[in-house]
């Protein structure tokens, strides 16, 4: 629909980062704008440029109202500028954060009604200037999410939001989103009470000004929502769960729950007071950094480089098993016809079935409409034959993991193929450089390693063999980015990065086992540690004959240093695969899943209660950053930094350690070389340290030594 007011629209004044307009009836709009940039952020200059707005609007008698929106695409407002805050010293966060507050407070203690119109991300301080407003009104679309993210980087809302929200949804309802993190579409956000109204991005516009004309809001929680009694019940349940899901790693969440529970017993002053120490305080913590080190890494992944490549319009998947589904499924569903090929029609059926209930579960997310689920299904080409490829863009192969196969399916590929189509494996650990000399095109084939499953899991690994063209590669990277994923250039190594340094520590695990550890034991560590699912469990979840042949890919490539436990093949002799047969190192029985008491059979020694949890995090742990260092040592990745975010991504390195590196400069070399020699001392020869790691420990040097500088800098002049 067309806006009404669009003939009435007389530009008052012209600023960099915010436009003012005004409707011929006498309403104010405020639309951010920032130049040169896809997205709106908040940084000192776009507050003071809001703040002096706001001195017009107060010395405009005339006017009836105002609306805040935006101009760009996708984004409301993002929330602050943290390539700025990263970088800011302690004193410059705490300005920052006052002058936010006290231009927020500003905008809410307006005499006229104020709403905000909400299209895209509203996110942290995009959505505490949504809640300074009387009223929010969302479009429907699904680009607009509001919420508060701030918890996921280790900090918390301290322009308002964790004294606004409780105030207008209640306790419960603001302690879930805060604590959380997540994000809201318009329609759950309207349920919430999030937002007001709802409407068609096309129709936010005359919405939002005909809810402002409804005058000032005074609509708040009601009091048996937000009173000391429910604030005590609260603080007892979520403490206890927040300890058990975070091992108290998050020191955000549990100042967020403290500093929300008492904003309702506290004036708006005292509680904005609160939320301005508590950021602060998370500011200058570990976990704070490294989490928004990682969140700006991501952001960095995501952009492209500015390569001019051909584009990938038409894509193929050989092999229809669990992964090569997983890999179409996710091609259709972002666009593009995707040719699914396997040997047969009864292995393509069951690709298609598993295709179709990927989709269906996505619906049931409502991550996808039904329209959008029939459009994905059509975008699938089963093929059991022959079928033309000369037209595809991308091939991605995802057979089993026999080299001597691949290479007969790559042989057949570089003929089928048009001389611009990338002919990409989804190899996790074989060697893409004796993979592509089987080829009449070894130029053309890269290593292109999704992780499992591939609707979750947002990292590809963009292997580089040793004939790869540097153009197929910079495709390879940007069609990662174009289908949603991120990318790490890597090279071609055994087991490339994220399996080199995963393996050694689920070895590791299994050796423990073999010593007489309990598998409860062994896991519980790791979760202590920070990481998402323990190193037996996760054997189970990637089947234990998969781990076998990894581990043995390693194994011929490194030696002793990674020694295959003889319990993974015990259990593949009596068929105790992990989950997908239902006994591994557990037993699996719907969705009920328990330690399988008979695996302790395959135990060499049982001295159960002999290992501290300490013991066993540092025996699997420590081979993780050995590995890790080793990686970088031999340029399997360019720098420490990506390394850690390969982990962080591809394995749930525990996030709020940054990922191994990060995490052995946080220990010190120095005292995790004196760890490894001790056990190297007990006979446990694989724990030899790299190298690198020597001289590390010897000079102090350390992986972000430049990065450490400025932080020390920033703090001495804070």
């Not at 299209?119 to 200037?129: D, I, K, R, V």
């Not at 091992?247 to 301005?276: D, I």
């Not at 066993?616 to 720098?639: F, G, I």
């Amino acid at each position: 629909m067309n806006n009404p007011y669009a003939s009435t629209l007389i530009n008052l004044d012209s600023f960099k980062h915010i436009r003012r307009t005004t409707t011929g009836d006498g309403f104010c709009v405020l639309t951010f704008d920032r130049p040169d940039s896809s997205a709106n952020v908040f940084d000192r200059a776009t507050l003071a440029e809001l703040d002096r707005h706001l001195d017009l609007i107060e010395q405009d008698a005339a006017l009836k109202g105002l609306v805040l929106t935006s101009a760009k695409k996708n984004i409301f407002i993002a929330g602050a500028d943290l390539h700025s805050l990263a970088n800011a010293s302690l004193s410059e966060i705490s300005s920052l954060i006052e002058f936010g507050q006290k231009v927020f407070n500003r905008l809410a203690a307006l005499p006229v009604p104020t709403v905000a119109a909400i299209h895209g991300a509203a996110m942290g301080g995009g959505c505490e200037l949504a809640l300074a407003c009387d009223w929010r009104v969302a479009s429907i679309e699904r680009e607009t999410k509001i919420g508060l993210p701030e918890t996921q980087l280790g900090l918390l809302p301290a322009w308002g939001g964790s004294t606004r929200l409780p105030r207008l949804v209640g306790l419960p309802k603001a302690l879930s989103l805060i604590l959380s993190g997540k994000t809201l579409a318009g329609l759950p956000a309207l349920r919430c009470g999030l937002v007001d109204a709802i409407a068609p991005k096309e129709q936010l516009l005359e919405t939002a000004l005909r809810q402002a004309a409804r005058g000032k809001s005074h609509r708040r929680a009601p009091w048996y929502l937000n009173n000391w009694f429910v604030a005590d019940l609260l603080d007892l349940k979520l403490y206890r769960d927040l300890k058990r899901r975070t091992h108290g790693h998050y020191p955000a969440v549990f100042k967020a729950l403290e500093v929300v529970l008492e904003s309702v017993s506290s004036t708006e002053a005292e509680s904005f007071a609160a939320e301005r120490e508590a950021f602060l305080e998370l500011a200058q913590g570990e976990a704070s950094h490294n989490l928004v080190r990682l969140f700006l890494q991501t952001e960095h992944a995501k952009k492209s480089p500015g390569a001019d490549v051909l584009p990938v319009r038409r894509t193929a998947v050989i092999g229809a098993g669990v992964m090569g589904a997983g890999i179409a499924q996710w091609f259709a569903a972002r666009g593009l016809p995707v040719v699914l090929r396997d040997i047969g029609p009864e292995q393509v059926g069951r690709g298609l079935a598993t295709i179709a209930k990927l989709f269906g579960e996505g619906q049931k997310r409502r991550a996808f409409t039904a329209t959008e689920v029939r459009a994905g299904l059509d975008r699938v080409q089963p093929a059991t034959g022959e079928v033309s490829l000369a037209n595809v863009d991308f091939v991605v192969e995802a057979a089993v993991e026999k080299m001597e196969l691949k290479k007969h399916i790559f042989q057949r590929l570089a003929d089928e193929t048009g001389p611009n189509t990338i002919l990409a494996t989804n190899t996790s650990a074989l060697s893409i450089t004796d993979l592509a000399a089987a080829t009449r095109a070894p130029e053309r084939v890269v290593g292109f390693h999704f992780f499992n499953p591939v609707h979750r899991m947002q990292l590809v690994e963009v292997v580089v063999g040793r004939q790869t063209r540097p153009e197929v590669v910079q495709r390879a990277m940007q069609f990662a980015r174009q289908i949603g994923k991120l990318p790490v250039r890597v090279a071609d190594r055994p087991g490339f990065l994220v399996n080199r340094v995963l393996m050694p520590y689920l070895v590791e695990a299994g050796r423990l086992f073999e010593e007489g550890a309990r598998v409860e034991d062994i896991d519980a560590a790791m979760l202590e540690f920070g990481m998402p699912m323990g190193p037996l469990r996760l054997v189970d979840e990637v089947g234990v004959d998969v781990a076998q042949h990894v581990a043995r890919t390693l194994a011929d490539a490194f030696g002793d240093r990674i020694p295959v436990p003889k319990v993974l093949g015990s259990m593949i002799e009596k068929g105790a695969l992990g989950r997908k047969t239902g006994t591994g190192f557990y037993a699996y029985k719907g969705k009920h899943i328990a330690p399988n008491l008979t695996v302790h059979d395959f135990q060499t020694t049982f001295e159960a209660g002999w290992f501290t949890r300490q013991e066993l995090q540092w025996r699997m742990a420590l081979m993780m950053l050995n590995e890790a260092a080793r990686c970088v040592e031999e340029r399997v990745v360019d720098t420490p930094g990506e390394a850690d975010f390969a982990m962080v991504m591809g394995a749930g390195f525990a996030p709020f350690r940054g990922g191994p590196l990060r995490y052995t400069d946080h220990v010190g070399a120095e005292f995790i070389v004196a760890e490894m020699d001790r056990l190297v001392g007990l006979g446990l020869k694989r724990f030899a340290p790299c190298e690198l790691l020597r001289r590390m420990a010897a000079s102090g040097e350390k992986f972000y030594r430049k990065e450490e500088e400025h932080d020390q800098h920033a703090k001495r002049t804070a």
